[in-house]
């Protein structure tokens, strides 16, 4: 019996070793050993680099200079004629997610866009054939508060959801100001927010139970201490954790908003409860409000040039992003939605047409400064020695309207090849499915993408009245 037992023992011991073997050489893929050679390499934040290699080995830039050699087992990609530059980094973004609005609730900080990507997503890949290698899976706008985001790499062809995960990126909630959380909740549920002023009460009440839950814990942490206490504990929330560790600065909150006036006011909140780390989204009528914005060192995050899609974002201008570059505000370009994501680049360069930035500051929008708004700069944005392996390169300048991405790399791997990849590069093809690998649809609705799923629940509660 103790022999059967032994070996018993020792099967459950060699099937642990080989699951954590097979585990770690699945996660072993994720980084892969490169060199780029003779490109024009622009850096971002160290200048542009002509006929100038790139090495990444295992998965982070190991040197950037002339006349590299290539290592045993590497992958070697001539770029010349072409350019090298950080992978693009959509800081608002609802890629690799099904479903976005939790729109149940005013307050939803429970939940956590990071528990349902989706690694199968053809739109994964869409983005990297646009040098797109870092998105900011985001929580709709439902909701005043709404739940937790995940910052993921596109690591297309992984099957393993926790694979897309930027691991050890910091904590981000999504808020939202102005229609979206009024007509959900006040017009579609008959509950607070109804009105802009509504959507401020709502924050600020939640800041305040979360507040109270805190310090409840923090007596009772410092109580258990003392002998013979006998007290119990507060209750659990999620939802008041997840608030407590905003106020605490561990959540970086990223904010729809449109108008100057809610803005502006969200910043009094902030300010009230000792709250720094904020990035609105959006952000159209930032232009007004940019010194502010500035003096909080709050960032935001913009459209080149959309607006007028509802009424409350009527006011805008294509100079929205370089006013708040010139006053000193983190700025970048995101997308909200799948489509433009592959052409951040061009949304780029618009800046130069309407408010003449630099190529730097062009750039900068789409590299480094939506790294700053993630929390993520010292890792990607930039090509630097340290830094990870995401880079797209380029036929054409990024910034013409002819440039063409032609190859983009994630942690060292080649994850988009132009001229490699086969038409079809769908993970899981279903052969009975009727579905084009193309998929164009048609949305006559005058809306924003943030308000994917809560909208259809909306117009059918308002149809039924």
Known sequence: MKYMLTKALL??????????????????????????????????????????DVLVRDGKIAQIGKS????????????????????????????????????????????????????????????LGGGVTTIHAMHGSANAIGGECETIKLRYGVKDANALRMEGAPRTIKFALGENPTRVHGGGSNIL??????????????????????????????????????????????????????????????????????I???????????????????????????????????????????????????????????ILTRNGVVTSINSDDGELMRHLYHEAGKTQKYGNLSDEEALSLITINPAKQLGIESRVGSLEVGKEGDIA?????????????????????VRFDRQKDADDMRVMIDPKEPLDAVNIETNTDLSDNCMKDAEEVFYNLFELK
Request: hydrophobic share 45%; net charge neutral.
């Open 393 to 413: 390169i380029f036929k054409g300048h990024p910034l013409s309207v002819y440039a063409i991405p032609m190859i983009t790399i994630v942690d060292g791997i």
């Open 68 to 127: 590299i050699a290539a290592p045993a087992n590497s992958t070697t990609i001539d770029a010349t004629g072409m350019f090298v530059m950080p992978g693009i980094i959509d800081a608002h973004s609802h890629a690799a997610l099904d479903a976005i609005n939790e729109a149940t609730s005013p307050v939803t900080s429970e939940v956590y866009t990071g528990e349902v990507l989706n690694p199968f997503e053809i739109g994964i890949y869409r983005a």
């Open 193 to 262: 927010p109804r009105t802009r002023m509504g959507v401020e009460f709502v924050i600020r009440e939640a800041f305040a139970k979360a507040k109270e839950y805190s310090a409840a814990w923090d007596k009772y942490n410092k109580d258990k201490t003392q002998k013979g206490f006998r007290g119990a504990p507060p209750a659990y929330s999620i939802r008041l954790e997840t608030l407590s560790e905003i106020l605490k600065g561990n959540i970086i909150i990223h904010c729809h908003s449109y108008r100057a006036d809610e």
């Open 264 to 322: 502006y006011s969200i910043l009094k909140i902030c300010k009230e409860y000792g709250i720094k780390r904020i990035v609105f989204q959006h952000v159209n009528e930032g232009f007004k409000v940019a010194p502010e914005l500035a003096e909080y060192g709050a960032m935001a995050s913009v459209f080149a040039d959309w607006w007028a899609y509802k009424f409350e974002v009527y006011y805008s201008t294509a100079y929205n992003a370089a």
């Open 11 to 52: 099967r459950i011991l060699i099937a642990g070793f080989t699951a954590m073997v097979i585990t770690v050489s699945l996660y072993a893929q994720n980084t892969g050993t490169v060199l780029i050679k003779g490109g024009t390499v622009i850096t971002v934040t160290k200048g542009t680099l002509e006929n100038t």
